[in-house]
């Protein structure tokens, strides 16, 4: 509970003593280069080769002959979007982003960097922080977006490359029954995941204490904590919205 409260009071502090909205302009710029479009490419391979395996394992489950090719894109379309591109992609986030941002702040605090900001009368954690929780929640919702279009490519290639199902069928597994409300479910859990992955990440490493061998540590409790905060929220907004 004491973290929790120490966590709570790192977030409120974020907005106190405010930067000019310019300066958060270029700060947001560049943290969105680096957490999304440096990302795009560990993404678009993970996305596109679980899209694949998806679509092959679905179908060597497929024993029944009454049961139609078109089936095998039903099931990854909808695997793609309410789990596999939000919350698989969210564990890749935290494993590149979220451990950058620890080690990162990380190593500002153990140099003094933080201390000198704080110095300056500047809101360290409003100057550091708040620029990448925003870039986060912008960038990793287009992230996911980009996730499940080539989850549902890598499948499609999968399956008629190996003649698993034809291209019509597949297509036609996609559209068939299909719900708007798993794309809006999709993007509230990409919003969600990136806010606790950048928050988490940067309240681990924000804090950190000692020196080089601290810093790994710190990196490695925010992956680990960002992982359990995903698994915790991909349940808990499942049983809020989709019930």
Known sequence: MKSLGRYVIFLGSMFNNMESF????????????????????????VSTFIGAVTAVQTAYNIV?????????????????????APTITAIVFAGKVGSKIASQLGTMR???????????????????????????????PLLVILAAFLSLYGGFMAATLSGLSSA??????????????????MLIKSVVFAFLVASISAYKGFYTEG????????STRAVTSSCIAILLADYLLAE???N
């Open 168 to 185: 019509q069928d597949y297509i036609y597994g996609i559209r068939f029954g299909f719900n708007e409300f798993t794309v809006t479910f």
């Open 22 to 45: 310019r300066t958060y302009i270029r700060l947001f710029i560049d943290e969105s280069i680096s957490v999304g479009v440096n990302s795009v490419f560990i993404v678009a391979i």
């Open 110 to 140: 153990i140099t003094d960097q933080i201390d000198a900001l704080e110095v300056m009368g500047v809101n360290s954690v409003s100057y550091l922080v708040l620029p990448k929780i925003f870039a986060s929640m912008i960038m990793y």
């Open 240 to 242: 809020l919205l989709l």
């Open 64 to 84: 029944s002959p009454l049961i139609e090719d078109y089936i095998i894109g039903n099931i990854v379309r909808d695997m793609t979007i309410l789990e596999l």
């Open 211 to 218: 020196g080089a061998l601290e810093v790994g540590e710190s």
